[in-house]
């Protein structure tokens, strides 16, 4: 039997390469002024950036602008939101990382109240978002958060008293989520590194969550095997646009999975370590996606060789060593965890010292780490043991 579950709404996709020129079609269906929110510079410098602004200046597109630099504070959403929303902006369009995506999915959520975005954070404010935004088109130019695809925006404030929360309503789901696979071509290997490992992990541990269903496991496999095709060759040559596609199209999955199954303890790390150092969340996800899946696979096979979670192990180690004999779940699940570490390696993703933690700081990192939806509950020292090991 099928087992119960529930899915939220996804945005209108307009998914493939040159799709970015189709924005301002689709800015007319929301009017003629909007807020524009880019990163640093290899978009607004980019030959897509030139072409798309003759396009909206032709049609008669009022466009203002606001650059957002790093991953999002309470203090950039709010800068934002006092400067535009007096200007009758009738869309919000985001084009950029997660960084950017999240900064502006946020700006189209505060626009309404100009209230502090800090008021609405989950864990850190006490009041209740109605929901109630203007209308937000998401451009990825990462693979990815897959921020395109869900309903919440992270925001973050870095320092010994620092936090990394979201602002989530079921209504902060991107009205358009427009995916040029292009825009990645300029990625430089470790971003391109950092955010494939982040989608990776996305699709790997909605796919083990226990709010798992089977549509989010259809999906997440279907990801995974995109992840497998071409996560390595976009690595080694950032130029293959067959490879960045599989990887847009893994990153907007991973959004429509983590959104509706949750995730795990990789991501309870993501939200601790990105309060406290400033270090890129992908590569946070990436560096530490091999000790935790062992020390899972440890002690699910310890406990019961049999097990459920195992199995999904077993489920995914099938895509990736398609060829090689059945040895049974645990070896699959062994088997990649392997190839997991390879791909660190091969990656090069660094430590979590190269961003200035020490083991000074485990015992209150393990403090502030949830296991979220994790299949296997890690306890402080299983944390403080992860954590020590990729230092
Ligand atoms: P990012 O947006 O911070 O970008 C990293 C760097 O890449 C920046 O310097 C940026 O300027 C550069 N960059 C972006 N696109 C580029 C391109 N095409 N060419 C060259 N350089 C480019 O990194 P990210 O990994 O995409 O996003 C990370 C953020 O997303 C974090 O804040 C994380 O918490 C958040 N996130 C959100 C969700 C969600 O569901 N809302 C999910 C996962 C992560």
Redesign the pocket.
């Known amino acids: 039997m099928v087992k119960r579950f529930n899915f939220s709404g996804i945005p209108t996709i307009h998914f493939g390469p040159g799709k970015i020129f189709e924005i301002p079609e689709i800015i007319k269906m929301y009017g003629h002024t909007i807020l524009l929110v880019t ?5 607004a410098s ?1 030959y897509y950036a030139s072409k798309l602004f003759s396009q909206l200046n032709n049609q008669g597109i009022i466009v203002f602008q606001t650059r ?5 504070s309470p203090q950039d959403v709010d800068e934002a939101v006092s400067d535009f929303r007096g200007k009758n902006i009738d869309a919000v369009v985001a084009v ?7 900064a502006g ?1 946020a700006i189209s959520a505060m626009i309404p109240s100009g209230e502090p975005v800090k008021d609405y954070l989950e864990g850190i404010g006490k009041k209740h978002h109605s929901g109630i935004k203007v209308p937000f088109i998401a451009v ?3 693979s ?4 395109e ?8 404030e870095v320092g010994p008293e620092g936090f ?1 929360r ?1 602002l989530r309503h079921d209504n902060f789901m991107p009205d358009i989520a427009l995916v040029d696979p292009e ?6 290997p470790e ?1 391109t590194a ?2 494939g490992m ?1 989608t990776f992990t ?1 699709l790997l541990e909605s796919y083990l969550s226990t709010k798992s269903n089977p549509l989010t496991d259809a999906l997440a496999l279907e990801g995974i095997k995109r992840v497998k095709q071409s996560l390595t060759s976009v690595y080694l040559n950032g130029s293959d646009l067959e490879a960045r596609s599989n990887m847009a199209y893994a990153s907007m999955l ?2 429509i999975t ?2 509706n199954a949750g995730l795990g303890v990789i ?1 309870g790390f ?1 939200s601790s370590l ?1 309060g406290l150092y400033d270090i ?3 590569v946070v996800c990436g560096t530490l996606m091999g000790s935790v899946n062992r020390l899972m696979v440890n002690k699910l096979n310890s406990k019961d060789s049999e097990s459920h979670t195992l199995k999904k192990y077993a489920e995914i180690s099938r895509i990736f060593f398609q060829e090689t004999q059945d040895t049974g779940d645990v070896d699959l699940a062994y088997m990649l965890v392997n190839k997991i570490e390879e791909l660190i390696t091969d990656l090069r993703l660094p430590g979590l010292g190269a961003y200035g933690v020490t083991t000074d700081d485990l015992e209150k990192i393990a403090l502030d780490t949830s296991n979220k939806n994790n299949p296997v509950q890690l306890d402080r020292e299983d944390l403080i043991g992860v954590l020590s090991e990729r230092l």
Do not use: R, W, Y
Not at 144 to 147: I, K, L, P
């Open positions: 990163g640093s510079t290899s978009f980019s957002i630099m790093k991953e999002p950029g990382g997660g960084s950017v995506i999240d999915k990825p130019t990462t990815g958060t897959g921020s695809t869900t309903k919440n925006a992270v925001i973050s990394k979201s825009l990645a071509l300029s990625c430089p971003i950092a955010s982040d996305q991973s959004g983590l959104t991501h993501a990105g890129p969340h992908g």
